[in-house]
């Protein structure tokens, strides 16, 4: 089975054509995308993060994005939970007992709602509304800057700000998931001073093993160990290495370093997350990643168990 900590499927529906994949039902086997239920079932696919991107374009270029308004993000939301309610095969997953339950059920698949970026908050009650419309995942950064704290692409490279410490603090004290995978090196290593509970870096390669920007480094992830942490390792091409070299066994480098350095090591694909002809060949949707994953004799522990015992941990 497969544990994905980071599959945009949201994205799927509002930024198909940005990410130049077809729309259609998600009954239908399409392998020119990134992922749909005959694929989910060929591949093992079990339980997925889904995040909520919460922004909108803001001109032609192709990160020229703004926040959405509270308001647009609790529509955008609604639609996205209306659409996958036309699934039978999709169950939401709020809670423990909802994790544990998926397990028993056969051709379903749980979704565990995220949000990707927090720059559109404004006021801490709008965290317990999030929460209360099922969001289990908040992911700190997109990537930019903003009034919470740095990003890692951003261009100013600082941590939290006052109403970031004030936002993490009181996501420690709900049963969530904190997810700093886009966060800057200010950003995690405050985070780490006053979070009291696990985290994830749901969709990263290791800084370790290919030096870009948008990598985290373990040496820094690793602060987390006394409460949990994974790093969900990614099939962005410029987190891997360099293009025109990506290949799985670029790929499982990143893997092998973690696991190396104490068994951290999750998968997190950014599945739609990303335009399908910049995916890597070998593994560019759902079908052939759970391929090359079984092919290669990939550990239970990286593909499902680890994120499934993380979020199990955290969920109220």
């Known amino acids: 089975m497969i544990f994905d900590l980071h599959f945009d499927l949201e994205c799927y529906l509002t930024e198909h054509r940005a990410l130049k994949q077809r729309f259609h039902s998600l009954k239908r086997r399409d392998i020119k995308r990134h992922g749909d239920i005959p694929q989910f079932k060929a591949s093992g696919y079990k339980l997925f993060v889904a995040n909520i991107f919460p922004f909108t374009k803001n001109g032609k270029g192709r990160y020229q994005y703004r926040p959405l308004e509270f308001p647009e993000l609790i529509s955008k939301i609604s639609r996205f939970k209306d659409w996958i309610s036309e699934y039978d095969e999709f169950e939401l997953i709020f809670t423990k007992k909802d994790l544990s339950q998926i397990l028993k059920k056969k051709d379903k698949f749980g979704i565990i709602l995220g949000i990707e970026g927090l720059d559109f908050l404004k006021d801490i009650s709008e965290l317990d509304k999030l929460y209360n419309l099922g969001v289990r995942c908040f992911g700190l950064n997109w990537r930019d800057d903003s009034n919470l704290s740095g990003s890692s692409t ?163």
Do not use: Q
Request: glycine fraction near 8%.
């Open 154 to 316: 951003g261009n100013k490279k600082f941590g939290l700000t006052k109403f970031g410490k004030e936002v993490v603090r009181y996501l420690g004290s709900l049963k969530c998931i904190l997810d700093l995978a886009h966060a800057s090196e200010a950003s995690i290593a405050e985070t780490e001073k006053i979070y009291p509970s696990s985290v994830i870096f749901s969709h990263t390669g290791v800084w370790e093993v290919y030096k870009t920007k948008r990598n985290v480094k373990f040496a820094l992830a690793n602060r987390f160990r006394d409460r949990g942490f994974l790093m969900g390792i990614c099939l962005v091409e410029d987190s891997i290495a360099k293009s025109g070299e990506i290949n799985f066994k670029k790929w499982y480098r990143h893997i092998s370093y973690l696991e190396e350095k104490g068994e951290v090591a999750a998968i997190g694909t950014d599945f739609f997350g990303t335009w399908f002809n910049r995916s890597i060949p070998e593994f560019r949707n759902a079908e052939g990643f759970g391929r090359i994953l079984r092919a290669n004799n990939v550990h239970p522990d990286i593909l499902f168990r680890r994120a499934y015992n993380l979020f199990m941990k955290n969920l109220p």
